[in-house]
């Protein structure tokens, strides 16, 4: 979803596990991403990197979510604030809701309800980001979920759409099979590592890439998308 406009995402939690996890797959979808571990330094980030979405743990030592919240949305009302709980309960979503919080999140979730989410954030609140881009001779449209090679649309089935655009935003750099699976196909998907090779072969049919000059095999260590 990300079209490289610097989208920038601020993670508040105190289980380093789980900021590990979520840093991963949001810098995996090409999103600028920092962390804090409490509220007090969350609000410290916020003033210097500007996010446009932060993800909000409410139990946590110090500060808790909610007062962060108000004070967050205090200094920017543009800001989106995803709060995520343990609590399955009513009460705390009124309160997050009515400190300013535009969304709640129920501990344990997905990955990809989390993404969902922000990318409703983002369109929501944040418009403009959204335009067309582009990229070497591709261009990006997201909200028609369109890519375009030399002005010409490419006819892709929905993951072949993620795929293309994954590694056109990550172009110059090596994508190993896992990384690519894990951003793709979510890292909870369970089969062969080959079905990457044949969703490229697609691609490169597509792209009349036969001596594979866009779609570069790096024998041993993945793809790589060159413009050059």
Not at 36 to 53: I, S
Not at 55 to 68: C, K, N, Q, S
Request: net charge negative; glycine share 8%.
């Amino acid at each position: 979803m990300n079209n490289e406009k610097n989208i920038r995402i601020l993670l508040v939690d105190d289980e380093p596990h789980i900021l590990q996890f979520l840093v991963m797959g949001l810098e995996g979808e090409g999103y600028q991403v920092r962390t804090a571990p409490d509220g007090l330094n969350a609000v410290t980030a916020a003033a210097e990197f500007q996010p446009h979405v932060v993800v909000l743990d409410v139990m946590m030592p110090g500060m808790d979510g909610f007062e962060t919240c108000r004070l967050l949305k205090k200094k920017s009302t543009d800001v989106a604030v995803i709060m995520l709980t343990a609590k399955d309960e009513i009460e705390d979503r009124v309160k997050g809701l009515k400190l300013g919080a535009d969304d709640y999140l129920v501990k344990p979730f997905s990955f990809d309800e989390l993404l969902a989410r922000i990318e409703a954030r983002l369109r929501n609140q944040f418009p403009s980001l959204f335009g067309k881009v582009a990229l070497g001779p591709f261009g990006l449209d997201d909200r028609r979920r369109e890519i375009t090679h030399e002005g010409k649309v490419l006819e892709l089935s929905p993951t072949e759409y993620d795929l293309l655009r994954y590694m056109i935003v990550n172009h110059g750099i090596v994508l190993s099979k896992s990384r690519i699976l894990d951003a793709v196909w979510g890292y909870d998907f369970g089969g062969e590592e080959n079905i990457v090779e044949v969703y490229v072969r697609s691609l490169r049919d597509k792209l009349s890439d036969k001596e594979h000059r866009l779609i570069r095999t790096i024998r041993g260590a993945g793809y790589r998308v060159d413009f050059a």
